[in-house]
């Protein structure tokens, strides 16, 4: 119940988020008159000169020992809300996996099924391009202690000239003709990351802050797929001169991890205006996965007659990914407003601890080429690179709080 509230909470702030880009726009209007009130308790320092809190130089202040203690050198308190989007490049570990695993599963096939077509890649899936869309809430103190929640989307982006598959070749056997086909196509990707981050940077300088960070990390991938293969017999088969082919389908492959990422946050104060920021974390996130759906195959006859017949493709088991998360920004800012512009990469080696299924159906198996038969050696048997480079821009607006109240 918990995380159903949160999930509604979160998708109705992306449209929240709008409304508060309008309030830091027209917050200084009625935080005119606090500043006159606040210029009205003007105190005489000595020698007769008028002044106030605000023109203490920097120095002075015994809390502020360097100029990144605290946020623009005054307020101890900051809250940040911030919402962009991004492009960016996806090499998918689903598509990443189809080329080994379905070629060493064609191979165990023999053992039971001799004569089973065998499945040799020979044109790898291509990256694909994403969409990305991101939004945070950033709590600081100090400019030390900071609260982040942040959820990032990554949405696969296809066209005619990038398909997103994996062709094979059969070669021919006693009862198969050689044959090619694409085995696996993705239609759809979908990856969000939601990330609870706890860090603390040190001042080491009055331009450098380094410290460490910890992130409570949930991933959520799904992924719509369709499954194809293609056979033909030879006239010295038990059932001669017959094609079988994949002429559809549709499965869907969700994946549900979680995980604990430690990490090192650094900024770099340029200038007043200008700061970069850095971080690393080291991904180790674990949990479930399916894959459930359907695949139509028709199979054509020597005399002309054919039949369509649906199989379904179910799998599911545990599945661990582990690598790192790299975050490079560069942040400007102007009054309470700001504009980011950075880069997320992650480089993902994903394993499966289990591995179970088959394609069930009354086609028969030795005409068809299946993602897995019962254990899937071969997908427990690699590692399968998943890498996302994304580029993004964040405008974003703070509220700052201190002694002096709220700016």
Known sequence: MFINFWNRFFTSLHSLLFLIFLLGILFPLFAEETSKEVNSTETKKEGGEVGNKTSIPLEDREDNKTSMDVFNQVYEHRLMFRGGWGIGKLSPAI???????????????????????????YKPAKELGVNSQFWDIRYGYKNKFEVQFAEDTSLGVYSRDLPASNNFFSPRTDTYWASTFEGN??????????????????????????GPSINFHRYTERNNISYGSYSTSRPEASVPNKATWSIGGDA????????????????????????????????????????????????VFSDGSSN?????????????????????????QYCRFTLDIGMIRQDVKRTYDS??????????RSDYSARSVYIGFAEMSNSIKHTVTEFYIMPGVSFFYDADKIY
């Open 95 to 121: 598509l990443n996996e189809t080329g080994p695993a379905w070629f060493q599963n064609s191979l165990f096939r023999q053992i039971t099924e001799p004569g089973a077509p065998l499945s040799i890649p």
């Open 185 to 210: 196509r993705l239609l759809r990707f979908e990856g969000v990351s939601q990330h609870l981050r706890f860090s603390y940077t040190h001042p080491f300088s009055k331009i450098f802050m380094i």
């Open 252 to 299: 869907n492959a969700e994946y549900s991890m979680k995980g604990v990422l430690p990490g090192i946050f650094a900024k770099f104060k340029l200038r007043d205006w200008w700061e970069l920021r850095a971080r690393l974390e080291l991904l180790d996130r674990k949990g479930n996965f399916s894959v459930l759906g359907s695949q139509i195959i028709q199979e």
């Open 308 to 332: 369509l017949n649906a199989v379904v493709p179910a799998y599911g088991g545990k599945v661990r990914d582990k690598g790192t998360i790299f975050n490079l920004e560069s942040s400007f």
């Open 355 to 364: 591995y179970l299924g088959d394609t069930i159906g009354n086609v028969p």
